[in-house]
């Protein structure tokens, strides 16, 4: 693949990341239907493929392209921006799991039963997600400029 090519990629996963989170927001500030449950599951589903080709994807731009691993690793924007991925991920646990908990009431049709310290907790967590992916969008713009490189 081309320097290019994975470069798309890698933005487009990006992108459809950061509208899958907006979507759950949107859908679970309302209040659950099955219908927006299930979407939900749904969406959480894809947010889990589209996090796993942005990380692999990522990984093959860093050590198989223009700027190699010397420049990345020594680069603190792409540090931060690694571990603002891996906190998105495991802040996007809790999510995964209350969604996942919800099959058994969709399969009947019915709408998830959620207490409103649960519901209030996904909502907080989904809007720090997505304060984190725009935190990985600064870092990478700083990166991608040398602003930040170590050494």
């Known amino acids: 693949m081309t320097a290019a090519t994975l470069a798309f990629l890698h933005h487009a996963a990006a992108f459809l990341l950061v509208a899958i989170v907006l979507v759950e927001l949107v859908l679970i500030r309302d209040g659950l239907t099955p ?31 223009e700027k190699g691993p010397e420049y990345y690793f020594h680069s603190l924007p792409f540090l931060i921006k690694l571990g603002s991925f891996l906190a998105v991920g495991l802040l996007s646990i809790y999510p995964t799991v ?40 600064l870092c990478a713009a700083l990166m991608a400029r040398g602003i930040g490189f170590i050494g």
């Open 35 to 65: 219908g927006s449950a299930r979407t939900l599951v749904r969406m959480d589903a894809l947010y889990g493929l589209s996090a796993l080709v942005l990380l692999i994807v990522g990984f093959l731009r860093v050590f198989y392209t």
């Open 98 to 137: 209350e969604f996942l908990r919800w099959r058994k009431a969709l399969q009947a049709s019915q709408v998830p039963v959620v207490g409103a310290s649960t519901l209030a907790r996904l909502k907080r967590l989904i809007h720090l997600e997505l304060v984190l992916l725009f935190v990985i969008m």
